[in-house]
């Protein structure tokens, strides 16, 4: 892992321009940034905004990142993949400290504890970069307020891939604003599907064979109590979609909150 931070902010001269104030590599595939956030900005932790770079033809090129920082934070943080051939990543991978970014102010999304009915516990299932959203709503005090318990599960292909997730969770008691909220209501249930580690297998498979409610010692779900939010790849998304009905959940949205949302983590 390697951090580089920025010690001023530099003067804005793109339209609708932030600029990075630290940039962390976890491995060659991802990264995460934090950047200033504009003044009128108002989001609910768990959306997401259209961020980019100047594309070569002098427009701008954007794409939708979900803001991994959570509402009360004064900068914005995102976690990214690194596409080595992808429009904005190729370039993107390589901001600085100090450089410019395109930020639309305009937040959106489904992840956000507004479109679930009240519940005991929350279910937080991600693959890959899925887990930025929760990186958000796991930061945000509303989250253990509204809620006794929080399961998060992450899967990756590789151990090293589980390292921006696994090291913003074990911050977490840790935190001033919300270390004694968390303690005692966090499960964290990290898992790989290519690589040996002390977990193995996708979350699907971990829910129907019942592993996760075993190995964390805690009760199968249950529709008066459980709510589930998802961010994953499309494959994912639908597969969990099943297995989320099977036990009896329905998904909500904004406009008609139930027991469980959805959003992509990206488009294939
Ligand atoms: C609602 C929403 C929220 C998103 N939030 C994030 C986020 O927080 N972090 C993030 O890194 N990306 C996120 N994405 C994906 C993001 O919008 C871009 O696709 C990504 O930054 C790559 O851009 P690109 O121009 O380099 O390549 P693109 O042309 O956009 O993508 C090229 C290909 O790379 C693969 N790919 C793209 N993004 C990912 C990814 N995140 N993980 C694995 N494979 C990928 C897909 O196969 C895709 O077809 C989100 C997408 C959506 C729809
Ligand atoms: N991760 C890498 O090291 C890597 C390297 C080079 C290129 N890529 C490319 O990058 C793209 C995205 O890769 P990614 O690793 O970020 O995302 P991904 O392929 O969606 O995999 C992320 C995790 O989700 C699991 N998963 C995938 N489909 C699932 C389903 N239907 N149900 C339950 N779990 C599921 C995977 O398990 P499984 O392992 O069992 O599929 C893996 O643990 C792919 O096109 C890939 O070819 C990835």
């Known amino acids: 892992m390697t951090d580089q ?19 962390t590599h976890y491995t060659d595939r991802l990264f995460a940034f934090r950047c200033t956030r504009p003044q009128s900005l108002r989001f609910r932790s768990g959306e997401f905004v259209m961020i980019g770079l100047i594309g070569d033809n002098g427009k701008p090129l954007l794409r939708a990142y979900s803001i991994a920082s959570p509402s009360w934070d004064e900068e914005l943080e995102f976690y990214s993949i690194k596409v080595p051939d992808g429009p904005l990543t190729s370039r993107l991978q390589h901001i600085q400290p100090g450089e410019q970014i395109i930020l639309r102010p305009k937040p959106v999304g489904t992840l956000v504890l507004d479109a679930l009915l009240p519940g005991k516990r929350l279910w937080m299932l991600a693959t890959g970069t899925g887990i930025a959203p929760f990186a958000s709503l796991l930061r945000d005090p509303e989250t253990w307020e509204k809620y006794e318990q929080v399961v998060v599960m992450h899967t990756c292909r590789e151990a090293a891939e589980l390292a921006y997730g ?23 249930y990290p898992t790989t599907t290519r690589e040996p580690s002390d977990r193995m297998g996708r979350i699907t498979d971990n829910m129907s064979s019942r592993k996760v409610f075993t190995d964390l010692g805690i009760a199968p779900m249950d529709p008066a109590h459980d709510r589930a939010m998802v961010c994953g790849s499309l494959d994912f998304n639908l597969d969990i979609k099943r297995v989320l009905e099977e036990a009896g959940l329905t ?10 949302v959805v959003e992509k983590a990206f488009v294939d």
């Open 5 to 23: 931070t920025a010690p001023t902010k530099a003067t804005p001269t793109l339209p609708d321009a932030q600029t990075v104030t630290s940039v």
């Open 166 to 188: 696994r090291n913003l969770v074990e911050d977490l008691p840790k935190d001033p604003l919300i270390g004694e909220l968390v303690a005692g209501k966090l499960h964290y």
């Open 251 to 260: 998904e909500g949205a904004n406009s008609a909150p139930a027991e469980y």
